[in-house]
């Protein structure tokens, strides 16, 4: 029985979401996957397995497009190291460029060619794989990385056994010349061997299984629910309860009339964690530094592709930051004393997103004031704050369609003003929705 190819089991994946089929697939190239990440991080292992769980995460997503590509190995090559590239810092960089510049000193100042070492090869064998021609990319990938015999590099790249050999040997050839031209001389058989010995690098156990089950998670569940499971996965954020909730736009608000005393505990202990807003704010200003410092390296040419990738990265780092600050300052209750019970809402209109900021990916924020009069109905509806002016519009028609149960005094219903913080965020896995976050509403 013949071996099902990579692009049939992408197929079946993608037509049928057949788990099996995508745990081979995963089975067969973790070990590429893995070990380009790792050399791409210095042997950073943990970052180097959320690089894994990001590239088949992605690949679960993308798999009816990633079937129409010839060789899924030189995909997932190329896309590990574009992932890599985004937990390369500046000055790390710096750093490997000017120990690079050393060694190949110290190398064209030898008379001879220096036997293969692998210490120094690994840094831009990466690099010098990429610039061979995708045909044979695939051959050396299938060869040495995923240490398949010359009759399956054949059967991946429809050649005979003879014709798999001769692709091979060429391919080297190919790829000792790029080596050749960065200063790192060596024969071909020499460079085979080092390939053979060090290119193949074997997953941390149970990497596999977990990375099977996250990206098929991811593929199959939609809005905001597969954002939260990515940046766990990816960045391992330790998210809470109630911020789960916010983020998934669970509606209903949460508030009990408590004792002043206990109130004024609470306010204390939130003004206490000012401390950590300013941390944030600190954390802030420095990627904004590093993103203006990658803006400016753009010029250089031969990293384009990472500083994109890292400037990407950075962006929404910068933008979870800003609205965890948001989120922060917009959970703060204010006192009141004069209320037996506080309105809730009864039903709950969603705000229309308006289409020129949707398609633009703009997110934002409206903070709307109201009167919840004693029939529960929204009356004086106005915006305190927001900030984009289109979202306004949008937030204050959907409020005044809100019913609420009305606040108590004394036993009897009151008229009681609040103030209602609409979030407007647009989900990076599905069209785009409309966030109405279930902040606490405290009379004022």
């Known amino acids: 029985m013949h071996e099902e190819t990579d692009t ?27 070990g380009v990440a790792l050399r791409r991080l210095n042997g950073d292992t943990h970052s180097a397995e959320d690089i894994t769980q990001q590239v088949f995460s992605d690949l679960a997503r993308k798999a009816r497009i990633v079937a129409a590509e010839s060789e899924l190995a030189g995909w997932l090559f190329t896309s590990s190291r574009y ?20 060694r190949m000193t110290a190398l064209q100042d030898s008379p ?8 120094i090869l690994r840094p831009i064998m990466d690099e010098a794989l990429e610039q061979l021609g995708a045909q044979d990319r695939a051959a050396i990938l299938l060869r040495f990385y995923e240490g398949r015999s010359y009759g399956e590099v054949a059967s991946r790249l429809a050649l005979t056994d003879s014709g798999a050999r001769m692709r091979v040997d060429r391919a080297l050839d190919k790829l000792q010349v790029q080596l050749a031209r960065r200063g790192l001389g060596s024969s071909v058989v020499a460079l085979a061997a080092a390939l053979a010995e060090h290119a193949a690098v074997a997953a941390p156990a149970g990497l596999a299984t977990t990375v099977t089950g996250t990206a098929l998670a991811v593929a199959g569940t939609g809005g905001v629910a597969s954002l939260i499971l990515t940046l766990m996965s990816t960045n391992k954020l330790a998210i809470g309860t109630g911020v789960m909730i916010a983020a998934l736009g669970a509606s209903g608000f949460a508030i009990q009339q408590q004792e ?8 204390a202990q939130l003004e206490g964690e ?3 807003l300013a941390r944030l704010r600190s954390d802030v200003a420095q990627l904004s530094r590093e993103a203006a410092e990658v803006a400016a390296m753009k010029n250089d040419d031969g990293v384009l592709a990472d500083l994109d990738a890292q400037a990407a ?3 929404g780092r910068l933008n979870r930051a800003v609205i965890r600050a948001e989120n922060a300052r917009a959970a703060r209750p204010r006192l009141s004393d004069s209320l037996d019970q506080a309105p809730s809402p009864k039903t709950q209109a969603r705000p229309e997103y308006p289409t020129s900021l949707r398609n633009f990916g703009i997110e934002g924020e409206v903070t ?11 009356r004086d509806v106005a915006v305190e704050k927001s900030s984009r002016p289109e979202f306004e519009a949008p937030a204050v028609e959907a409020v005044r369609q809100w019913t609420f149960n009305p606040g108590k005094k004394g036993g009897r219903a009151v008229n009681t003003r609040i103030t209602v913080p609409i979030r407007f965020a647009v989900s990076s896995k599905t069209p785009a929705t409309v966030e109405v976050k279930g902040a606490t509403v405290f009379p004022k």
């Open 83 to 102: 992932a890599a590239a985004k937990f390369v810092r500046t000055e790390q960089r710096r750093r490997e460029r000017e120990q690079e510049a050393s």
């Open 274 to 276: 000012s401390a950590d």
């Open 313 to 315: 990265l950075l962006g």
């Open 260 to 267: 002043r005393v206990e109130l004024q505990a609470r306010v």
């Open 368 to 378: 709307v004031s109201l009167v919840v009069d004693k029939d529960g109905v929204a």
């Open 112 to 119: 001879e060619p220096a036997p293969v070492n692998w210490e």
């Open 8 to 34: 049939h089991l992408l197929h079946r994946f993608a037509a049928n979401r057949a788990p099996e089929a995508f745990a081979e697939i995963v089975r067969r190239h973790i070990g590429l996957v893995y």
